[in-house]
Every structure is written in structure tokens, then in C-alpha cells.
């Protein structure tokens, strides 16, 4: 499975952001556990570009690894070099979407109002990050009214209480940061037993929500 399909698949970006190096590993360790596979480290985490190498190196076709908050085209590339597979922005950068697709990186832009959302995958982004998805599931179907060829990923304020809310608007899937991954956290062995549970929480959440989709076709 590719990159796009494996994201698309999992609907789960988990996003670890500011983790202490040495614990990431672990985390993603926990989360595959959980049944989240899909894994963004951010730019300004730590010793970033050494942790995309030792999570890819480590646990290979069991996770995707991203790296997020790439800004420009030489931070795209040297994360795509340590084992990136798919790069995403908070903004619309376009020779960074450029990088992502000549080194065959799946390419996810951040963008917000229907123009952003528009140029950026007119220029190449295979899904948009829509950031922040704090105005809720209610946008993202206002959205897919004019554009619903865009695959749509909102990113920012999604939890467990309205996840399901935003697949049923239509996003193909959803990025999740500190209500699954909280780095402010005590990093103990406890803590990788809730992630797991957490994790496994957002993926019983999802998967429930196909179902009811499914059931309302059969």
C-alpha cells in the first residue's frame, strides 16, 4: 500500500510535536500498538531530522512517518531524505509542495478559506490540511459543497467528542495532536499504556463511523 493509500486507510495522523527525542520512539511504539499508524513528527520537535531516520529505521513498514510544520523546500527535502514519506505545512508553500512531489512524497499544504484550499491543490497537493479546523465538521461540509474533489484533512481542535462529526462532513481524514499525543505530559511507563488506549480509542472511533456509513448503504 502507498503512501496516499496507507493515510487514506488509517484516517489518523497522529502529531507528535516538542517530544523529548529520546521518547518518540517509544510513543510511536505505542500508538501502532493502539492501531495508529500514521505518524507526523514536527519540524520544531527536537532533533527532528535524527527521529524521522530512527522511527523509520526502527519500526519500517509498520508505521508511515511525516514530517509537519515544513515551511520551505530544503527543510521538505532533508526531512524526505531522513525517511520522510509525507510532508506537511501550515501554510501553502509551493516550492515546497514542488520538493515533496520530485522526491515522491506525498504532499499535504495547510490552508483555510476556499481560495487557499483551491491553489494549493491546484498546485500539486495531493490532500489539504485544513488548519485550523476550529470553525468544526460544519465548514468542512461547506466546503465539499463546491470542491469535493479535494481530499480535505482538518487538523487542529479535533478530539474524541467530534471526530466522528468531521468524517461524516466529508473529510478523508484527520490530523490529531495533543488530545491523543500530549507532550507536556510525564513521559512513564504509564503514560505509553494510555496513549495505546487512547490511540485505540480514535481508531474504535473511526472504524465505528465507516460501519454506520456502511450500514446506511446495505
Do not use: W
Not at 44 to 71: F, K, M, Q, Y
Not at 131 to 139: D, I, M, N, R, V
Amino acid at each position: 500500500m502507498n503512501t496516499m493509500s496507507s493515510i487514506l486507510d488509517s484516517k489518523i495522523i497522529a502529531i507528535i510535536r516538542g517530544a523529548n527525542s529520546k521518547d518518540v520512539l517509544n510513543m510511536a511504539k505505542a500508538l501502532h500498538e493502539g492501531g495508529v499508524n500514521i505518524l507526523e513528527i514536527t519540524m520544531n520537535s527536537p532533533n527532528a531530522l535524527s527521529v524521522i531516520e530512527e522511527v523509520s529505521v526502527e519500526l519500517g513498514d509498520r508505521v508511515v512517518v511525516g514530517a509537519g510544520t515544513v515551511l520551505d523546500s530544503e527543510t521538505a527535502r532533508a526531512a524526505i531524505l531522513a525517511g520522510a514519506k509525507f510532508i506537511l505545512s501550515p501554510t501553502v508553500d509551493i516550492e515546497t509542495i514542488k520538493m515533496a512531489k520530485r522526491y515522491g512524497a506525498v504532499s499535504i499544504p495547510g490552508a483555510f478559506t476556499p481560495t487557499e484550499i483551491l491553489s494549493a491543490y491546484e498546485n500539486g497537493g495531493d490532500m489539504i490540511k485544513v488548519f485550523p479546523a476550529t470553525l468544526g465538521p460544519s465548514f468542512i461540509k461547506d466546503i465539499r459543497g463546491p470542491l469535493p474533489q479535494i481530499p480535505l484533512l482538518p487538523t487542529g481542535g479535533i478530539d474524541l467528542s467530534n471526530i466522528q462529526a468531521f468524517m461524516k462532513a466529508g473529510a478523508v481524514g484527520c490530523g490529531i495532536g495533543s488530545a491523543l499525543v500530549n507532550t507536556q505530559l510525564e513521559i512513564t511507563d504509564e503514560y505509553f499504556v494510555q496513549l495505546t488506549e487512547k490511540a485505540r480509542q480514535f481508531a474504535s472511533a473511526v472504524k465505528s463511523n465507516e460501519d454506520k456509513d456502511e450500514g446506511a448503504y446495505s
